[in-house]
């Protein structure tokens, strides 16, 4: 379980500890991230941190995608194909940027009020 954080806290560090719980073979989506720490309508917020983690080893961002699981943050890592060899090294199946059965890799971050 993820505690609800105040929001004097950072919200970028609150994303990251979010990040840094997806176990290894699973997803989860910017909107479900935001929604774990109490910012339901700040999914692009996650984005622009997951987009500023790449010097941060410990954070798996290439787990991150949006909704529909669309590897929509593919072009901020190296490589043409980074992000979908990093999710296939972990046995996630990805055709056309778009992870196959989607619902069956899904992590949805719990959170405690």
């Known amino acids: 379980m993820i505690k609800k954080e105040t929001n ?3 919200f970028f560090e609150r994303v990251y500890e979010i990040a840094r719980l997806i176990p290894e073979g699973k997803v989860t989506s910017y909107g479900a991230i935001a929604k774990a720490i109490g910012a339901t309508r700040s999914a692009r917020m996650v984005g622009y941190a997951m987009n500023a983690s790449h010097d941060m080893e410990d ?3 290439h787990r991150v995608v949006n909704r529909k699981g669309l590897l929509s943050g593919k072009h901020h890592f190296e490589g043409t194909n980074l992000m979908q060899q990093l999710l296939e090294n972990e046995g996630i199946k990805v ?3 778009q992870i196959v059965d989607f619902e069956k890799y899904f992590w949805e971050p719990k959170i405690e009020i």
């Open 8 to 10: 004097k806290d950072n």
């Open 59 to 61: 954070v798996p961002a």
């Open 95 to 97: 055709i056309d940027n």
